[in-house]
């Protein structure tokens, strides 16, 4: 069956970079595009970036564009964030999401990991 | 940025009872309107797609509709298990927007 499962969450000072995995298996990886989605305590859920199926192309939230960089490894199945400059309105529960549909983009969001919480605090 | 407003916030059903979350689009968003359920320490469980399409396996007490601005994801006789977060998504453009959550509470 299809499982997301994320990791690299913590306790960060504010400034500090922090890398985010998200480890697919399942479905054949490379023919998906895949999201980073993020909820805050006591928000509602922020979509932070999507990266295309083969990795060509990138989309970002506006409140974390030129600070956080998505990419993927599709020989490893993995899609990883990397947030650099982080704030404290960055702490949030981070969840990795795939495509419903393969090789499209905008189809939505079918499978969701369980999410890693990121705490951005000095 | 399509903005979504959902309703209500927070709600407590009875057993048996028929339940309506309101999720509203800021503008046209065709049917490009999903439903999730999300237990706590869990995944999002994806349950109405293209806003009216329950999804497979899913259980038909589950039903959404609308079209444009206005979707309704409705819960018929519904029970315990259904204790959860419900949220809509839009994936008709970037960025992907999502309504506010309803937490339901079953007495």
């Known amino acids: 069956q299809v499982q997301l499962v994320e990791s690299g969450g913590g306790v960060v000072q504010p400034g500090r970079s922090l890398r985010l995995s998200c480890a697919a298996s399942g479905f054949t990886f490379s023919s998906y595009g895949m999201h980073w989605v993020r909820q805050a305590p006591g928000k509602g859920l922020e979509w932070v970036a999507v990266?295309?199926?083969?990795?060509?192309?990138?989309y970002y939230a506006d409140s974390v564009k030129g600070r956080f960089t998505i990419s993927r490894d599709n020989s490893k199945n993995t899609l990883y964030l990397q947030m650099n400059s982080l704030r404290a309105e960055d702490t949030a529960v981070y969840y990795c999401a795939r495509e419903l549909e393969d090789y499209d983009i905008l189809t939505g969001l079918f499978y969701w990991g369980q999410g890693t919480l990121v705490t951005v605090s000095s | 940025e399509t903005t979504l407003t959902q309703s209500p916030a927070f709600m407590s059903a009875t057993p048996g009872d028929k339940v309506n979350i309101s999720c509203k689009a800021s503008?046209?968003?065709?049917?490009?309107m999903n439903w999730y359920q999300q237990k706590p320490g869990e995944a999002a469980i994806f349950i109405i797609q293209?806003?009216?399409t329950l999804v497979p396996g899913i259980s038909p007490r589950f039903s959404g509709s609308g079209y444009g601005t206005d979707f309704t994801l409705t819960i018929n006789n519904i029970e315990s298990e259904d204790a959860a977060y419900y949220f809509c998504l839009q994936h008709d453009n970037f960025p992907l927007t999502f309504g506010g959550g309803t937490k339901v509470e079953i007495k």
């Open positions: 990266i295309w199926y083969d990795g060509s192309n990138k």
């Open positions: 503008q046209d968003i065709d049917d490009d």
């Open positions: 293209e806003a009216t």
